[in-house]
């Protein structure tokens, strides 16, 4: 069954606490991306990797972090630098960078008190 | 940078009423895509515009692309209650995706 797993579905933090959220896809995909929406907004794009082991700053990049060391993994870092880290993310995957149709992970809800 | 509105950003419509949502830029695009969100989704995938005045259909629903491309529009014919959810448009811009607000369309039977 292919597709991208994000886990965990919830997540509590502490301020000042950096955490990590996990995107996995088993569908070839070239290219990677993580998006953050706030209630009632559209996407706003944090990072993206066209390729293992590089990855660009997107319009949103301050506070945050990512690898892409494996073609099928591009973890999310929240680290205590970003100032309102409480958001739903949404990570997804193309084809390649060339492809507008990215197919989208469940999401995680990540609420920092 | 490149941005679209959408309007409106709330419909509510009755079952069966059909339903329009408007994707406006101020630049001329080069494609652009629309997504649906299901309450508590995550965005997928419906269609991609790249030609002036290109129309589309998916079952009861209608994708054009303006002859200016400028514009772009999704008409929903005859509302069902699974239409519920937000539908974004995005236009593609240098590999990557710039997303509307959304246009939030809730149903009532």
């Known amino acids: 069954d292919g597709g991208i797993t994000q886990s965990p579905k919830y997540l509590f933090r502490k301020e000042g606490q950096n955490v990590t959220l996990s995107c996995e896809q088993n569908l070839n995909h070239d290219a990677m991306y993580w998006y953050r929406q706030d209630p009632g907004q559209g996407l706003r794009l944090i990072y993206y990797?066209?390729?293992?082991?590089?990855?660009q700053k997107g319009d949103i990049a301050e506070g945050y972090s990512v690898s892409r060391e494996k073609k099928e993994s591009f973890p999310l870092t929240v680290t205590s630098a970003q100032k309102n880290p409480t958001a739903f993310y949404l990570c997804?995957?193309?084809?390649?960078?060339?492809?507008?149709?990215?197919?989208f992970g469940p999401g995680t809800r990540l609420t920092v008190t | 940078g490149q941005q679209v509105m959408q309007i409106p950003q709330y419909q509510h419509v009755q079952e069966g009423e059909d339903f329009t949502t408007y994707c406006n830029s101020s630049t001329t695009l080069s494609n652009i895509q629309w997504y649906k969100q299901r309450p508590g989704g995550h965005p997928v995938f419906l269609i991609q515009?790249?030609?002036?005045?290109e129309v589309k259909k998916q079952k009861r629903l209608t994708f054009q692309f303006g002859e200016a491309k400028k514009n772009s529009s999704l008409h929903i014919t005859a509302t069902q209650t699974t239409d519920v959810g937000t539908y974004f448009c995005a236009p593609g811009s240098q590999g990557n995706l710039i997303f509307g607000k959304g246009t939030k369309l809730s149903v009532k039977p």
């Open positions: 990797s066209q390729i293992v082991n590089d990855f």
């Open positions: 997804a995957s193309s084809r390649d960078q060339s492809s507008y149709e990215q197919y």
């Open positions: 515009l790249v030609k002036s005045g």
